[in-house]
């Protein structure tokens, strides 16, 4: 289920505008109803306002009495004639005219006060006998609530429909980016609707797009070449030293070992670099890291080890059943151990194998000290690093609590 973080922009444009239509149909009904109520007020008041002069004109020859003049229409020539309620909620000295609601009763009156020969005289309307019923009022409402629920389902429609449609071309985009094997890099486009941000989205992706292809395109084009141009002058270094073994002069042949030492490993490391460089199409077979296989790479260091007069114990404790390239797990093993018999000359270095992880324990100088006269830890570990990265291994490399550090590569 999609969470509210995750939704589409068609559903929160949506959510936005129907929480915006919501509140503008309660506003509207809010003040359609406030309205209806003034209105008969002001008009009442404004009514009486004008009739008043003419009815209140007979008291100007001193009469006090209470006149009838219609149903609606009362006359009164002296506050103390009032009704009771009325003159709570006025004072003699108030003239001018005002509507007033009595809740006990749900009376309402329209009321003018005016001075006529020196003294206050009352014109009284009886508002209800008029104005709607609480019944017809309570109906209206109703239709107005109905005809208000059925606006803005036509609204939220519209919105919906206008919302999808609005999102039509970054959902194309979307799943087109998804379903894209990176292989092509092709330019992409949207269908539907066409707006600015659209075509900026889809101008910087498909330049970015291009830029990606570029530098894929010549990283496999730097990788070929290189394999191509080290491999060749390997092999006529191979040849010379084959040519001259057959002097067999010592001198010459120990040379020449050591630079058919450096040809391997120069071979192994382009071997390697071709295999990182390489997205591999099917699961390389399996490969059982057991005691007979640690000790396989140690006879390729056993020169380095003794020059560094280092001792190096191994703990088999479980063999490992891997599906990795065997050239890049042996990459890993001597890098790994190198990189300790380097931190640790004249020192101890033990590799750890279990099931779930790999680790070689040194008790050498530790990470924040030089090495044999060069900062840092060189290439090696950071193929190491790429190797785990591209089978979802987990590489780490930390200080021990006394002296040394402890590299470990845990498997999945």
Known sequence: MTSINEATIAKKITHVFLIGAALLLICYGFLFKNAVLLTENKTGMHRLFIIAPHYLSQYEHGTTDIIKIDPLLTSYGHFQQLPTKI?????PEWVGVDSLHFEEDDSEFAIVAQKVAGRTVYLLENVDAVEWSDDVF????????????????????????????????????????????????????????????????????????????????????????????????MTVIK????????????????????????????????????????????????????????????????????????????????????????????????????????CTPSGQITLFVDRSQLSVVDNGSGLDSKHRGYEGFGIGLVIVKDICEKYQWHFSLCNNDDSGCTAKVEFN
């Open 87 to 91: 003159k709570q909620v006025i004072t």
């Open 138 to 233: 309570i109906l209206l409402e109703f239709i107005l609530l109905v005809f208000g629920i059925f606006l803005f389902l036509v609204a939220a429609f519209a919105i919906v429909y206008r919302a999808r449609k609005i999102a039509e071309p970054f959902t194309h985009l979307a799943e087109q980016l998804s379903k894209d094997s990176g292989e092509t890099f092709e330019k992409i486009s949207a269908t539907g609707m066409e707006t600015l941000e659209l075509n900026r989205t889809l101008a910087a992706i498909n330049n970015y797009r291009e830029k990606i292809a570029y530098s894929i395109q010549r990283e496999q084009s730097f990788t070929r070449y290189v394999s191509h141009e080290l491999r060749t002058p």
């Open 239 to 342: 040849g010379c030293i084959s040519i001259l073994r057959k002097q067999k002069n010592s001198a010459v042949e120990k040379q020449c070992q050591r630079i058919n030492d450096a040809i391997d490993e120069m071979q192994s490391l382009t071997h390697t670099f071709l295999l990182l460089a390489r997205e591999e199409s099917e699961q390389p077979s399996e490969l059982i890291v057991s005691q007979e296989y640690i000790d396989g790479q140690l006879e390729d260091l056993a020169s380095y080890i003794d020059n560094n007069q280092c001792l190096v114990n191994v703990q088999v404790l479980n063999n490992v059943t891997l599906h990795v390239e065997p050239i890049l797990l042996n990459a890993i093993i001597k890098n790994l151990l190198i990189n300790a018999i380097n």
